[in-house]
C-alpha cells in the first residue's frame, strides 16, 4: 500500500511498472517518497511563513497546504518527465531547466524554515530595530512640536524679563527716596522734604505699574504654559499612536531582511540541506543506470511512434491517389460530348434569364 503511494508520487507508469523486478518498483518508490517528503516540508515552510503575514493558523494552513500541493505537482512533473537516454550529456541537457527549477523551488522552501529556526535571533534583530525606529519616530516627531514650543517659551521669558526689568527700576527708585530720607543721596538734607516726596510718588506710581504689569504678565504666562502642555500631550498621544505600527514591524519582508543581517553560513548550510533534498530525486534518476522499467517505456514509446508514423504515412498516400484518380475522372469526364452539349444547354438558359430579368428590371425604371 505504501509503495504503490510512493510509486504514484513519483509519476511513474503504475501499469508498466507493476510487471518489472520489485526491486525496480523500490526504486520509484524510493524517488516518490523523496517526492513527498519534499512537498511535506513546503507545505511546513509555507505555513509558517504565512502565519507569520496573516497571524492566523487556519488561514496559514490552508494556503500552506496548497502550496504543498503545487510544489508535490511540480517535483512530481519534473521527476516523471526525464527519459534515460544512452547519452549522460542528452540526459543532462534534459534536466538542466528542471534542476534550476529545483534551486527555486529549493530556495523557496528553505528561506521559511531558516526563519523558524533562527527565530530568536531574528526577534533580536527586530528588538534592536524597533528600538532604534522608537529614538528615532520621536525625535521626527519632536521636530513638529518643539519649534511652537520654544518659540512660546521665548515669549514667556520675555514677559518674565519685562517683569524683572520693572522691579529694577522700582527697587532703584525706592533706593533713591530712602537714600534721600536718610541724606546720604540727592539733596544730602536729612528728612521727608519735597524732593523726597517727588521721589515717593514716582516710586509709589512705578510699583502700581509694576503689580499691574505682573498680575497681566501671570495671565499671559499661565496661557502660554497652557499652550505648552497642550503640545506636550499632542507630542505624547502622536508617539502612543504611531508605536503600534513599529510594534508590528515583524512582517515576512523584515524577518527576511533581518535574517540576511545574521552569519550566512548557517543559512547558507541549511539551503544546500534543501536544494540536496529537492535535487535528489534528479540525482538520483540521473545517476542511475538504465533499468528495466526504462527499457519498457521506450519501447511501448516506440510502438507508439511507429503506429502513428504509419498512420501518417497512409493518409498521405491515400491523399495522394485520391488527387491522382480524381485528376483523370475529371480528364474524361471533359472529353464527353454528351456532358458539353447539356452545360452549353444550360448557360444558355441561364443566359435568357438573366436577360429577362435585365429587361424587366429596365421596363419598371421607366
Same mark, same amino acid.
Given at each position: 500500500?505504501?509503495?504503490?503511494?510512493?510509486?504514484?508520487?513519483?509519476?511513474?507508469?503504475?501499469?508498466?511498472?507493476?510487471?518489472?523486478?520489485?526491486?525496480?518498483?523500490?526504486?520509484?518508490?524510493?524517488?516518490?517518497?523523496?517526492?513527498?517528503?519534499?512537498?511535506?516540508?513546503?507545505?511546513?515552510?509555507?505555513?509558517?511563513?504565512?502565519?507569520?503575514?496573516?497571524?492566523?493558523?487556519?488561514?496559514?494552513?490552508?494556503?500552506?497546504?496548497?502550496?504543498?500541493?503545487?510544489?508535490?505537482?511540480?517535483?512530481?512533473?519534473?521527476?516523471?518527465?526525464?527519459?534515460?537516454?544512452?547519452?549522460?550529456?542528452?540526459?543532462?541537457?534534459?534536466?538542466?531547466?528542471?534542476?534550476?527549477?529545483?534551486?527555486?523551488?529549493?530556495?523557496?522552501?528553505?528561506?521559511?524554515?531558516?526563519?523558524?529556526?533562527?527565530?530568536?535571533?531574528?526577534?533580536?534583530?527586530?528588538?534592536?530595530?524597533?528600538?532604534?525606529?522608537?529614538?528615532?519616530?520621536?525625535?521626527?516627531?519632536?521636530?513638529?512640536?518643539?519649534? =511652537?514650543?520654544? /518659540?512660546?517659551?521665548? &515669549?514667556?521669558? $520675555? @514677559? *518674565?524679563?519685562?517683569?524683572?526689568? +520693572?522691579? %529694577?527700576?522700582?527697587?532703584?527708585?525706592?533706593?533713591?527716596?530712602?537714600?534721600?530720607?536718610?541724606?546720604?543721596?540727592?539733596?544730602?538734607?536729612?528728612?521727608?522734604?519735597?524732593?523726597?516726596?517727588?521721589?515717593?510718588? =514716582?516710586?509709589? /506710581?512705578?510699583?502700581? &505699574?509694576?503689580? $499691574? @504689569? *505682573?498680575?497681566?504678565?501671570?495671565? +499671559?504666562? %499661565?496661557?502660554?504654559?497652557?499652550?505648552?502642555?497642550?503640545?506636550?500631550?499632542?507630542?505624547?498621544?502622536?508617539?502612543?499612536?504611531?508605536?503600534?505600527?513599529?510594534?508590528?514591524?515583524?512582517?515576512?519582508?523584515?524577518?527576511?531582511?533581518?535574517?540576511?543581517?545574521?552569519?550566512?553560513?548557517?543559512?547558507?548550510?541549511?539551503?544546500?540541506?534543501?536544494?540536496?533534498?529537492?535535487?535528489?530525486?534528479?540525482?538520483?534518476?540521473?545517476?542511475?543506470?538504465?533499468?528495466?522499467?526504462?527499457?519498457?517505456?521506450?519501447?511501448?514509446?516506440?510502438?507508439?511512434?511507429?503506429?502513428?508514423?504509419?498512420?501518417?504515412?497512409?493518409?498521405?498516400?491515400?491523399?495522394?491517389?485520391?488527387?491522382?484518380?480524381?485528376?483523370?475522372?475529371?480528364?474524361?469526364?471533359?472529353?464527353?460530348?454528351?456532358?458539353?452539349?447539356?452545360?452549353?444547354?444550360?448557360?444558355?438558359?441561364?443566359?435568357?434569364?438573366?436577360?429577362?430579368?435585365?429587361?424587366?428590371?429596365?421596363?419598371?425604371?421607366?
Amino acid at each position: 500500500m505504501l509503495q504503490r503511494f510512493f510509486i504514484f508520487c513519483s509519476g511513474a507508469d503504475t501499469d508498466i511498472l507493476s510487471n518489472c523486478s520489485n526491486g525496480e518498483r523500490n526504486k520509484y518508490a524510493g524517488i516518490g517518497a523523496t517526492v513527498f517528503f519534499t512537498a511535506v516540508m513546503a507545505f511546513i515552510a509555507s505555513g509558517y511563513a504565512l502565519y507569520t503575514v496573516f497571524d492566523n493558523v487556519y488561514t496559514a494552513i490552508f494556503f500552506g497546504f496548497i502550496w504543498g500541493l503545487l510544489i508535490f505537482n511540480l517535483d512530481r512533473y519534473i521527476v516523471s518527465t526525464i527519459k534515460k537516454k544512452d547519452s549522460f550529456k542528452s540526459e543532462l541537457l534534459q534536466a538542466a531547466p528542471r534542476i534550476v527549477l529545483a534551486v527555486i523551488i529549493a530556495i523557496v522552501i528553505s528561506k521559511p524554515l531558516e526563519m523558524k529556526i533562527f527565530e530568536k535571533e531574528i526577534n533580536q534583530v527586530l528588538l534592536e530595530e524597533k528600538n532604534a525606529m522608537t529614538l528615532e519616530n520621536k525625535e521626527q516627531l519632536a521636530l513638529q512640536y518643539t519649534p =511652537k514650543k520654544e /518659540a512660546l517659551q521665548g &515669549e514667556i521669558t $520675555a @514677559l *518674565k524679563n519685562e517683569i524683572s526689568t +520693572k522691579e %529694577a527700576e522700582t527697587n532703584a527708585l525706592y533706593n533713591t527716596y530712602i537714600s534721600e530720607a536718610e541724606g546720604t543721596a540727592g539733596t544730602g538734607l536729612l528728612g521727608k522734604g519735597p524732593v523726597y516726596k517727588e521721589k515717593r510718588e =514716582k516710586h509709589d /506710581a512705578y510699583l502700581q &505699574e509694576l503689580q $499691574a @504689569l *505682573k498680575e497681566t504678565n501671570a495671565a +499671559k504666562i %499661565a496661557g502660554l504654559e497652557n499652550q505648552i502642555t497642550a503640545l506636550d500631550q499632542a507630542y505624547g498621544s502622536a508617539v502612543v499612536s504611531s508605536q503600534p505600527i513599529i510594534d508590528g514591524f515583524d512582517g515576512l519582508m523584515a524577518r527576511i531582511n533581518a535574517l540576511d543581517k545574521l552569519p550566512w553560513l548557517p543559512s547558507f548550510f541549511i539551503f544546500l540541506l534543501f536544494l540536496s533534498i529537492e535535487t535528489a530525486p534528479i540525482i538520483a534518476k540521473l545517476l542511475a543506470p538504465k533499468g528495466e522499467y526504462d527499457f519498457k517505456v521506450e519501447e511501448a514509446e516506440s510502438v507508439v511512434a511507429t503506429w502513428v508514423t504509419q498512420k501518417v504515412a497512409q493518409r498521405k498516400l491515400l491523399m495522394a491517389t485520391d488527387s491522382a484518380m480524381n485528376q483523370e475522372i475529371y480528364e474524361d469526364i471533359k472529353s464527353e460530348e454528351e456532358l458539353y452539349r447539356y452545360k452549353k444547354e444550360k448557360a444558355e438558359e441561364l443566359l435568357r434569364l438573366q436577360a429577362n430579368a435585365f429587361h424587366q428590371t429596365q421596363t419598371k425604371g421607366l
